[in-house]
């Protein structure tokens, strides 16, 4: 039966021509540059959100924590997918735009400083620092001013928001980018006006001239 033997034959050679091209495309997906940048974020991602949960720990105990303190909301989740595939979008078909790697560098310097001044902030509120918004006041609830806490009245804020876009920038995700930038803006500039009403029944007059002096450190939120 030749004819059979020929389109076998011909079959066999389209599926190989397949496994080669996938093998290609693979390759494009997955060589060095996506394998670093996807490595650098995914240890980013781990990093931050276990040492949080491990600092709520030392903080509050075993007790007063739950999933909550590992700050992973569906929301975040779904932004973080879409970072994902725009960075394989990108990379299959814009492969050069993710070898800028001045850009890239400078988006994981911008990591690393997040997670410092976020860290520092909460190492330095201890048991005043929480996730969640306080509305009552509470006996281990002191305004804190001292350490980092001089130069920016909301360091774990100001420290999310570099670490937040900072992923981003690593990534080179110039759609990312600008998306990351404006929610978390538009976030912490709805969450700190609403933190600081309590604020200042808390602590009154202090509060206030302790925002005068104090940046919030977001940008374009006094």
């Known amino acids: 039966m030749p004819f059979l033997k020929d389109i076998f034959i011909d079959s066999e050679a389209h599926f190989v021509v397949l496994i080669v091209q996938s093998s290609s495309t ?13 490595l650098q974020m995914f240890i980013s991602i781990i990093f931050f959100h276990v040492s949080e949960y491990i600092l709520a720990l030392v903080f509050h105990g075993k007790s007063n924590v739950s999933f909550k ?22 990379i299959y078909f814009f492969p050069g735009l993710k070898e800028y790697w001045w850009i890239s560098n400078l988006g994981l310097a911008m990591v690393v400083l997040g997670e410092i001044v976020r860290k520092l902030a ?15 006041h509470e006996e281990n609830h002191q305004l804190v001013t001292n ?4 130069y920016v009245r909301h360091p774990g804020y100001c420290g999310f928001f570099i670490w937040s876009v900072g992923t981003q920038i690593m990534l080179c995700n110039p759609i990312s980018t600008v998306a990351f930038t404006v929610v978390v803006w538009k976030f912490f500039s709805g969450r700190i006006p ?3 009403f309590f604020l200042k029944q ?21």
């Open 122 to 136: 909460i190492v330095t509120a201890g048991q005043a620092f929480t996730h969640l918004i306080k509305v009552y």
């Open 194 to 196: 609403y933190e600081e």
């Open 69 to 90: 303190s590992l700050l992973i909301s569906k929301h975040y989740v779904l932004a973080m997918i879409c970072s994902l595939i725009e960075y394989l979008v990108e």
């Open 26 to 38: 693979f390759s494009e997906l997955f060589g060095y540059t996506a394998c670093r940048h996807l």
């Open 202 to 222: 808390f602590f009154g007059s202090d509060y206030e001239d302790y925002m005068r002096k104090v940046p919030s450190g977001i940008p374009l939120v006094r």
């Open 147 to 150: 350490g980092i806490y001089r």
